[in-house]
């Protein structure tokens, strides 16, 4: 917990926030709307008898009390996917639309490139990217068993990524969720900054801009691309975007979240940010008793 402790001047009710991240985190699982609908899903769960308890922001997240919540009838149909309740937050910032060209640029292994499908009533196309080949098979797995047939599989490096093999020149949107020091996964792995260093987070940091500012050249003038990593390191998350705003055409727009959060930062550590940085959204795991994470959504500009 002592890294976390450079952030006391930052978070609003520190002593809360550490509690909360000493807690473990609960099991959660979104429903696959490519295979069933919510009423199908929870008639699944409830043959099974687990209880569950659907998120006050979106239904389609639901709370089970089990410890094997990929152990149940609803996980074998591909009717539910395991997936923490803030990891479903990005796609739904990003609010594709069926038909549109989606670049999920750091997809493995595919909770949100599957979510983005589904959002998109299995239509149009979800590019899912991953560097990592190891990582790509579970994504191809989890594609597969959730039924997103308009989702193709590309392994590249997403800082120089190449739409030469594509038949158009530019994302509708993108969904940039970066590699990161995972900060705020602590609740889920104990062992989560066991690593931690800030040397780590400023290497990181160097790929995040890289992969944000390609996803940027990458979208269409008007298209959207949202930056998420589940970390709380500001140089991490505001110094990204910050960086690509400097560098690229693109605003940071507002979203509406139903969700409890505090907004992004203007300043850290004597460096200030665009003061559109506070239409971010930092949301701390004793907000809504959850995991860490951070959103900003951006609009490309000409
Ligand atoms: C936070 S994870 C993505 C999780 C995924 N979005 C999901 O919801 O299942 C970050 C991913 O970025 C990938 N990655 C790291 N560096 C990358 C790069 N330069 N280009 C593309 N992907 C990269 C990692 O292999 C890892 O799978």
Redesign the pocket.
Known sequence: MEPLERYRPIVDDFEAFLAACRRPLGNAVRVNTIKASVERATAALEADGVAYDQADWNPQVLRLETDSPGSTWASFHGFTHGQEEV?AVPPVVLDPEPGERVW??????????TQLSALMDDEGTVVA????LG?ISALRFNAERLGATNLAVTN????NYSLNAFEFDAFDRALV????SCEGTIRKNPDALEDWSEDHIASVSG?QKG?LRRAVQATREGGTVVYST?TFAPEENEAVVQHVLESEDCRVVEFDLGLEHAPGLTKWDGEEFDETLERAARIYPHHNDTGGFFVAKLEVTA
């Open positions: 990891s999920d640029a750091c997809a493995a292994p595919g909770g949100k490139a990217n991953d560097s990592n990582r590249a490096d997403a800082r969720d970066a590699p990161c790929i992969i589940c």
